[in-house]
């Protein structure tokens, strides 16, 4: 049911960073992008984004919420040496992921992502071009 | 997109309560169903639920967030008539769709929610049976 589509805002070679509003949307056609998206960054979304092999994601905090179940899936994409950020469920829009990319702020992020620099604070545009940047460079 | 077993909790005639942990899992056979899921609650879940005629939804409101992004989808479920409700992202697990069945709390209603006697303060469980027994009445 979830027919969205995925916008694709930078490439470089096949590396990409990709926009959509739903992890569901994610297949191993993904495996080499940088994922933003409008969903909650809970541990289902997350395992959508593993499943893929992405190599990124950006998603929202949804409030974090009981157990902090709105950012579970940041320690998910860790245990996968994936970079996870979330933006702050009242910078951006959770459901649009252009709101994501265009106005969140990241709010948490996991180790893999600590390593290349992204912090609380930043952007979503800012924390996807350093996953981005990482992804290039690893790649040479 | 994503493929998930529902898990039905109760049914009554053709009519069901199916619980599922995203809302990308909504296809036309939910169309009996009151759908229960750890999705927000946002513009494209609500289209998603709407697209396929549910009978009911219940999703979490994810922190409500910017521009109440997290509960938009109720709207959406107005204009066809289907009763919509949002837990508080405090008392259920988004991403988790038990959580929200078991331990959510309503928070926000939409319109034709209210009309059948749901409110903010009672539990998901209590606004699903109302939802549940509606249908039943609609459907005779």
Known sequence: MAHDEQTVIKQQGIYRIIVTD???????????????????F????????????????????????????????????????????????MSAKIGVGASTYATGKVSSVNEAAKKLGIKVGMT?????????QALLKKAK | MVHEVH????????YRIAIANSATSITGDNKNDVFICAS????????YAAQANVKGFIGNDAGIGLEEAGVAGLKVLDEKGIPGAAVSSMSAEIGVGPTTYETGVISVVNKAA??????SGITAKQAADLMLQAAVKQGK
């Open chain 2, 114 to 119: 209210q009309k059948i006697g749901i409110k």
């Open chain 1, 22 to 40: 739903t992890a569901g949307t994610y297949t191993e056609k993904n495996k080499n992008d940088v994922l933003i998206d409008g969903s909650h």
């Open chain 1, 42 to 89: 809970g541990i289902n979304s997350a395992e959508m984004a593993v499943k893929a092999g992405a190599q990124g994601r950006i998603g929202n905090d949804a409030g974090i919420g009981k157990n902090n179940a709105g950012i579970a899936g940041l320690k998910l994409l860790d245990q996968h040496g994936i970079p996870g950020a979330a933006v702050s469920a």
């Open chain 1, 124 to 132: 979503a545009k800012e924390a996807a071009d350093i996953m981005f």
């Open chain 2, 7 to 14: 898990k039905i909790v109760k049914q009554q005639g053709k």
């Open chain 2, 40 to 47: 927000h609650s946002g513009i494209n879940v609500g289209q």
